[in-house]
């Protein structure tokens, strides 16, 4: 099976202090608004479109850093714009984060692997609606839907795919940081995804040429963008959970009143396990039935500001 992690680098002369946890946040828009799916938007033809299903993956994942030192993850996400995306690539001995590359889509030889060989958790394992297309073409790169015309009433449907279509793009950014966290956080705009592709009631593609391939080399071009950079004013907001390892159930105790925040419970690779408003104060219980390792996250507004680890044994 794969490894999860990294080519092996060994790091000769760095503080203690340059180990920290780096997390991969994409935020979701449509030009200048925040992401909502059934959220009316135009292209660059201005095409009137909203998306109704938005979903891609993410891989070959490489931080460059300290002079141009490379780490490339063996790590696979599956993003769906109308959820929050913000993952935990690992811990690593960084001082001076200087880019990101990553590809849309899945790299062969993986691409065309049987997806039954993942655990059922993973982004590559089986999902529904379907990400895959079949071991010849592989997985479905992105998957676009939604409706058009002057009343939102016709459908239309782009499923990206193919090795051919395949890239790497870089993003130069020394992300931000909250302590011993350092977020690498990437604007999407998914109204570039359509520049130059007509849409309306005879968009229907299935696959790697014509619109599929504009949709992917968009992706590539002009779809992402840094987000914020530097070191932030605010350090992250502390909260305890206990107990921490836990067999099932554990109760959130922040130091203030959280009421209307947003608590998201992840798995490392992203899968939401539990989300809800918090209507409690400043205590939250929760039960978590499967073993693992999760990140507990805290917005407020769609910021995050408070983050721990939970361990479910």
Do not use: C
Not at 112 to 118: G, S
Not at 178 to 198: K, R, S, W
Request: without cysteine; charged residues 15%.
């Amino acid at each position: 099976m794969k490894k999860y992690l990294l080519s092996a680098l060994v790091l000769l002369g760095f503080s203690v202090f340059a180990q920290q946890d780096i997390y991969l946040k994409v935020n979701h828009q449509l030009g200048s608004a925040n992401f909502t799916y059934n959220q009316n938007a135009t292209n660059n033809l201005s095409n009137s479109f909203n998306l109704q299903r938005l979903e891609y993956y993410l891989s070959q994942i490489t931080l460059r850093y300290d002079g141009g030192q490379d780490t490339t993850l063996d790590v696979y996400i599956l993003v769906d714009a109308g959820a929050t995306t913000n993952i935990l690539l690992g811990n690593f001995n960084i001082n001076t984060l200087e880019s990101i590359s990553f590809g849309v889509g899945v790299q062969a030889p993986v691409n065309n692997d049987d997806p039954d060989l993942w655990p059922m958790t993973h982004p590559l394992a089986p999902k529904s609606p379907s990400m895959h297309w079949g071991w010849a073409a592989g997985y479905r790169f992105a998957a676009f839907e939604g409706m058009s015309g002057a009343n939102m009433t016709t459908g239309w449907q782009i499923h990206a795919l193919g090795n051919r279509n395949y890239q790497i793009q870089t993003i130069q950014t020394s992300g931000y940081t909250n302590g011993t966290n350092t977020t690498v956080e990437l604007n999407a705009d998914y109204t570039q995804a359509l520049n130059n592709i007509t849409v309306n009631g005879s968009l229907f593609n299935h696959g790697e040429t014509g619109e599929s391939a504009t949709l992917l080399n968009n992706f590539n071009t002009s779809v992402f963008s840094a987000g914020t950079v530097g070191i932030t004013k605010n350090k992250l907001k502390q909260f305890k959970v206990s107990p921490n390892p836990s067999s099932k159930e554990i109760t959130i105790q922040f130091e203030d009143n959280q009421n209307g925040n947003e608590l998201i419970v992840t798995s490392l690779n992203g899968q939401v396990v539990s989300r809800e408003i918090i209507t409690s104060g400043n205590q939250v219980s929760l039960s978590i039935e499967s073993k693992g390792t999760y990140l507990a996250n805290v917005y407020d507004q769609g910021k995050l500001i408070g983050s721990q680890r939970v361990i479910i044994k």
